[in-house]
């Protein structure tokens, strides 16, 4: 039985466990975890009702015991937000909407996209503001990418050109509401970095440097699983601190391989600069992984895909940043050796405040709103922060543009 803690979170991994399947039990949904790889793993469960129907998934990685843990939590993560994808939803029409975003949002897209439809009505959700921030209406459908499939009866809203900036970055489950956020926030973090990268080394093609981490500027247990991970994926790897935010550290972890698919990739984003780096290079272990996995949703995604690059035919200029060529980066652009230290962070709940302060020490206003929570305190939470950029959505075939934050000249309209 493993008590010990692990970092950023509220329970030991036998008490998270224990915790999820109360959780699932109150539901009536049976889970069935199986693993692909040793150790680190990954561990994908599937979630089944009372009938024997599959419902959802989730994946895990890690150790097995953290790889099973948390593909429970995230299945559960998926179940809630295809249940509750409406959840808190309030109809106004796209005028107010308009003025109570301001400016700031509503001058670049996706925020511009509004003005199209200024006579409709759109759904929205209340976030409650970080850090003394005032409380602030958001689309639904741009952080519940399922919402539009079923919008609510007086939303009169054509979706289609927004959802291509809808993702559900930013919702994460955890055993409490504090430990949630604080996995909400560091993903919207992470996505963001990894849409200033692209923008910055693909979109605009900037002369810029990368910030490369080896293993000799890791802590031992970070570089132990860098060597861990470069063995399973059979190729050399290249750990990249890709930062954008003051105060977090962003990761960004690949392979160097060619592929015939979107190129996966693994990321993270922390207070503690090593503990992004271990869940990025994490995230890589559990992306080639499940491409390699027999399971049965791996099979049909691989089944499905299509080249990123060839959904884009029609927009060259997007195009560098979803085939992602890190390695002409690599070869054209000056190289700076950076370590990350092991830097823990504190409790839970004072993470999520430092994580707020920065955001709002550059200029960024951050919310959430509470879409789930059970009676042992698991919740499901999404938060946003407004004026990140959506461009790491290029990734999967998206047509997208930058924002404000990511380069865009002057507004958008």
Same mark, same amino acid.
């Given at each position: 039985?493993? =008590?010990? $803690?692990?970092?950023?979170?509220? &329970?030991?991994? &036998?008490?998270?466990?224990?915790? $999820?399947?109360?959780?699932?039990?109150?539901?009536?949904?049976?889970?069935? =975890?199986?693993?692909?790889?040793?150790?680190?793993?990954?561990?994908?469960?599937?979630? !089944?009702?009372?009938?024997?129907?599959?419902?959802?998934?989730?994946?895990?990685?890690?150790?097995?015991?953290?790889?099973?843990?948390?593909?429970?939590?995230?299945?559960?993560? !998926?179940?809630?937000?295809?249940? !509750?994808?409406?959840?808190?939803?309030?109809?106004?029409?796209?005028?107010?909407?308009?003025?109570?975003?301001?400016?700031?949002?509503?001058?670049?897209? @996706?925020?511009?996209?509004?003005?199209?439809?200024?006579?409709?009505?759109?759904? =929205?959700?209340?976030?409650?503001?970080?850090?003394?921030?005032?409380?602030? @209406?958001?689309?639904?459908?741009?952080?519940?990418?399922?919402?539009?499939?079923?919008?609510?009866?007086?939303?009169?809203?054509?979706?289609?050109?927004?959802?291509?900036?809808?993702?559900?970055?930013?919702?994460? %489950?955890?055993?409490?509401?504090?430990?949630?956020?604080?996995?909400?926030?560091?993903?919207?973090?992470?996505?963001?970095?990894?849409?200033?990268?692209?923008?910055?080394?693909?979109?605009?093609?900037?002369?810029?440097?990368?910030?490369?981490?080896?293993?000799?500027?890791?802590?031992?247990?970070?570089?132990?699983?860098?060597?861990?991970?470069?063995?399973?994926?059979?190729?050399? $790897?290249?750990?990249?601190? %890709?930062?954008?935010?003051?105060? $977090?550290?962003?990761?960004?972890?690949?392979?160097?391989?060619?592929?015939?698919?979107?190129?996966?990739?693994?990321?993270?984003?922390?207070?503690?600069?090593? !503990?992004?780096?271990?869940?990025?290079?994490?995230?890589?272990?559990?992306?080639?992984?499940?491409?390699?996995?027999?399971?049965?949703?791996?099979?049909?995604?691989?089944?499905?895909?299509?080249?990123?690059?060839?959904?884009?035919?029609?927009?060259?200029?997007?195009?560098?940043?979803?085939?992602?060529? %890190?390695?002409?980066?690599?070869?054209?652009?000056?190289?700076?050796?950076?370590?990350?230290?092991?830097?823990?962070?504190?409790?839970?709940?004072?993470?999520?405040?430092?994580?707020?302060?920065?955001?709002?020490?550059?200029?960024?206003?951050?919310?959430?709103?509470?879409?789930?929570?059970?009676?042992?305190? %698991?919740?499901?939470?999404?938060?946003?922060?407004?004026?990140?950029?959506?461009?790491?959505?290029?990734?999967?075939?998206?047509?997208?543009?930058?924002?404000?934050?990511?380069?865009? @000249?002057?507004?958008?309209?």
């Amino acid at each position: 039985m493993n =008590t010990s $803690i692990p970092e950023e979170r509220h &329970f030991s991994l &036998f008490d998270a466990a224990q915790r $999820i399947q109360a959780a699932f039990d109150s539901l009536d949904i049976r889970p069935v =975890t199986t693993f692909t790889g040793q150790s680190p793993c990954a561990a994908l469960t599937e979630l !089944h009702d009372a009938e024997g129907v599959l419902l959802t998934g989730g994946w895990g990685k890690g150790a097995r015991e953290a790889a099973a843990v948390g593909s429970l939590y995230e299945a559960m993560e !998926h179940l809630l937000m295809d249940r !509750h994808a409406a959840h808190g939803a309030e109809v106004r029409p796209v005028e107010d909407l308009i003025g109570l975003l301001g400016p700031d949002l509503t001058g670049y897209l @996706p925020g511009a996209l509004l003005f199209d439809q200024i006579e409709e009505t759109i759904a =929205t959700r209340c976030y409650t503001g970080l850090v003394g921030a005032t409380d602030f @209406p958001y689309p639904v459908a741009l952080s519940a990418p399922t919402y539009a499939d079923a919008p609510l009866a007086a939303d009169t809203f054509d979706y289609a050109p927004l959802r291509r900036y809808a993702s559900n970055s930013g919702t994460a %489950i955890g055993g409490s509401l504090d430990e949630a956020l604080l996995h909400a926030l560091n993903e919207c973090a992470e996505r963001d970095a990894i849409s200033m990268f692209l923008l910055t080394h693909f979109f605009h093609a900037a002369n810029e440097s990368l910030r490369v981490v080896g293993p000799a500027g890791l802590p031992a247990d970070v570089a132990d699983l860098y060597r861990q991970v470069r063995q399973c994926v059979d190729a050399d $790897i290249c750990l990249l601190d %890709i930062s954008s935010t003051p105060g $977090i550290t962003s990761c960004l972890a690949v392979a160097h391989l060619c592929y015939d698919h979107a190129r996966p990739y693994g990321a993270g984003a922390s207070l503690n600069p090593a !503990h992004a780096a271990r869940r990025a290079l994490h995230e890589l272990l559990q992306s080639h992984l499940a491409l390699a996995s027999n399971a049965t949703p791996a099979r049909a995604g691989r089944a499905a895909s299509v080249h990123p690059v060839q959904l884009l035919q029609q927009w060259p200029r997007l195009q560098p940043s979803a085939r992602m060529d %890190i390695e002409d980066r690599l070869a054209s652009q000056p190289i700076i050796t950076v370590p990350l230290e092991d830097r823990p962070a504190g409790t839970v709940e004072a993470q999520v405040q430092q994580l707020a302060q920065a955001l709002k020490a550059d200029g960024l206003v951050a919310g959430y709103n509470v879409i789930h929570t059970f009676d042992n305190g %698991i919740t499901l939470v999404n938060a946003v922060v407004p004026r990140f950029e959506r461009f790491h959505l290029v990734t999967l075939g998206h047509v997208v543009v930058p924002g404000q934050r990511g380069g865009a @000249p002057g507004g958008s309209r």
